[in-house]
């Protein structure tokens, strides 16, 4: 069993569909991981080294083409039934040199211009940024083995960079080769060998 949003979920009997989009309305780009669970709950997640205070509108891209895509008959929400979506949740999990707090909502609306009177926006998107790295939000990196792995590993990888650039003599470079090589010698030795983003495309 592993709790998702308050809920318990059990792996074995969860209709999971990986709706991972190829391209935006946009732009080419690909979003990172998209699943719908049980037909009822969209989950949209990006994993990010640095913040970027866009995703929300970037969100909004992404969402907007799942529901166009989840519309069989281009012509149903043009007739008086409703027609009945998914309910979204929006992820960033941060992984990276940043000072960041373990949880942030980023909100569409601070995009908007203000305008004197007109306080409330009509139209919002919340995204919730997880910190993930090591030591930030436990209880997210202990429910995912490969998560918690990738953290322990960016970690190691960052320290021993900051000691190479310490001693001096080597290119930026070569400082990262290095360090890699030594964070990947230290996964092995804690037992795990998870150096890859969960959501790294094979």
């Known amino acids: 069993m592993q709790k998702a949003f308050g809920t318990s979920l059990d792996a074995g009997s969860a209709e999971v569909v990986i709706n991972t989009l190829g391209e935006t309305l946009w732009s080419p780009g690909k979003n990172d991981l998209s699943f719908l669970v049980n037909r009822g709950l969209v989950v949209i997640a990006e994993h990010q080294s640095t913040i970027n205070e866009n995703m929300p509108y ?9 529901f166009e895509n989840g519309v069989t008959d281009g012509k149903a929400v043009y007739k008086r039934a409703l027609v ?11 992984n990276g040199a940043v000072d960041f707090p373990d949880r942030k909502k980023l909100r569409l609306s601070d995009a908007f211009e203000a305008v ?3 306080e409330e926006a009509a139209l919002e998107l919340e ?3 997880y910190n993930v790295n090591e030591g930030r939000n436990r209880a997210i990196l202990e429910a995912c083995a490969e998560l918690k792995g990738y953290a322990f590993f960016v970690s190691r990888a960052g320290l021993h960079e900051k000691g190479l650039a310490a001693q001096g ?9 290095e360090a890699i090589g030594l ?4 996964c092995k030795d804690a037992g795990t060998t998870r150096t890859r983003s969960p959501f790294s495309r094979r």
């Open 58 to 66: 970037r969100m909004l891209q992404y969402v907007c083409r799942l």
């Open 84 to 94: 009945k979506h998914a309910r979204p949740r929006f992820i960033v999990l941060l």
């Open 116 to 118: 004197e009177g007109y």
């Open 127 to 129: 995204v919730d940024v």
């Open 169 to 177: 003599g080597l290119s930026r470079k070569e400082r990262t080769r």
């Open 183 to 186: 964070a990947i010698r230290d």
